[in-house]
């Protein structure tokens, strides 16, 4: 606790909120209890409730303060597809049986039958996969509109992966589909999801660019931020046509952390994502629902605070780069309105602008990037 408040030492709002969490937030503690020890006591919604909180953390303190039916609904999406993660992220499962499986998982959504046993690189993913007919019994007691959207969703991003298990992500053509298959089908299928639920406008099931982009926003957030994990795990995302113009090798960066040209291939990945945010703004300003859109803005704003840290950061590839605890209680405890989230984007513009060489072209880049990002923030 100590180092976080000392993080967050400049933004008082921030250590309030870190404070007002830690006594008020029972809702997002994790259980100390393990996974396996919560399956022989809980029933299948409250250890799909407890697997979420295992497994992604922030993500289920944002899930929390969504409306019930569609809390259960998404809780139940997600659980899915972070099995289907896990599949596709174990090095160590065969490869034909994962190719087969990756294809058909979405079969095994009705079937409590299903488990599998010892497939997943950390123990809570494991034990989620070896007590998955749990995860199909929550996800039948689901409504039909909802387990329709999970079901399609899922096989469209199980083939998907499967079709880059057997191939590499080269050319930025490739890495944005690879982002659409994981992460861009969530985000459309998220906006399914809303519709089902009657609390949105039905126009928003539509948009799929918009969608597709939110997904992206997030998902190469990661890839960048994960750089140095995802290196020394035998996967790497970064699309060659990008980092082969600095170095010969992707580990280059690693090893000559500092080296301009490394700075170079790194600032220009995160100016690949940020291109995603005009969308992301567009998506934001369509949303009525104030839970729905806090539950969509609040990992959109991570993200570019995450991209802020990252950029121009040699520290990405030696470890992983975070934000501040603080900016995450602040945002999951305090009413985020659209006003608020173009606030934190206008700001963060700024941030990259700051941290850009003058003169640069990632600089002139970023002048044209921030035009954007004002014009849309001003037309909202």
Not at 164 to 192: K, Q
């Amino acid at each position: 606790m100590i180092p976080t408040l000392y993080k967050s030492a400049l933004h008082p709002r921030e250590v309030r909120a870190l404070f007002k969490l830690k006594l008020k937030g029972q809702q997002f503690i994790v259980p100390k209890e393990s996974l396996e020890e919560l399956v022989l006591k809980l029933d299948d919604k409250a250890f799909c409730c407890a697997a979420l909180t295992k497994v992604s953390r922030s993500f289920a303190a944002v899930i929390q303060q969504l409306p019930e039916d569609l809390k259960n609904a998404v809780c139940a999406f997600y659980l899915v597809l972070r099995a289907l993660d896990t599949i596709e992220d174990d090095m160590k499962f065969p490869q034909a049986e994962k190719l087969t499986l990756l294809r058909s998982f979405y079969e095994k959504s009705y079937d409590e039958n299903f488990t599998l046993q010892n497939v997943g690189d950390q123990e809570d993913y494991r034990v989620l996969l070896a007590h998955y007919d749990k995860v199909v019994r929550f996800f039948k007691s689901l409504n039909s509109g909802y387990r329709d959207v999970i079901v399609e969703i899922t096989k469209k991003m199980g083939n998907g992966m499967a079709d880059f298990a057997e191939n590499e992500v080269v050319s930025v053509d490739d890495y944005n589909l690879y982002c659409h298959y994981v992460a861009g089908l969530v985000g459309i299928g998220l906006s399914d999801l809303f519709f089902a639920s009657g609390l949105e406008n039905p126009e928003l099931k539509n948009q799929h660019d918009l969608s597709n982009s939110m997904g992206l926003f997030l998902q190469k957030t990661n890839i960048i931020r994960d750089y140095h994990e995802d290196l020394f795990s035998d996967r790497t995302f970064w699309p060659k046509e990008i980092w082969g113009k600095y170095a010969n090798e992707l580990v280059f960066f690693t090893e000559n952390p500092h080296a301009p040209k490394s700075l170079e291939c790194l600032n220009e990945m995160v100016m690949n994502a940020l291109h995603h945010l005009p969308d992301v703004i567009d998506y934001l300003s369509m949303l009525k629902n104030e839970s729905v859109f806090r539950f969509a803005a609040i990992p959109q704003v991570m993200a570019i605070a995450t991209l802020a840290a990252v950029f121009n950061n040699p520290k990405v590839f030696t470890g992983v780069v975070k934000v501040r605890k603080g900016l995450t209680a602040r945002l999951m405890l305090y009413d985020l309105s659209l006003e608020d989230t173009l606030r934190y984007f206008k700001k963060y513009a700024g941030v990259f602008l700051r941290k850009s060489p003058t003169g640069s072209d990632i600089h002139r880049q970023l002048l044209t990037w921030s035009k954007e990002v004002n014009r849309k923030i001003k037309e909202n």
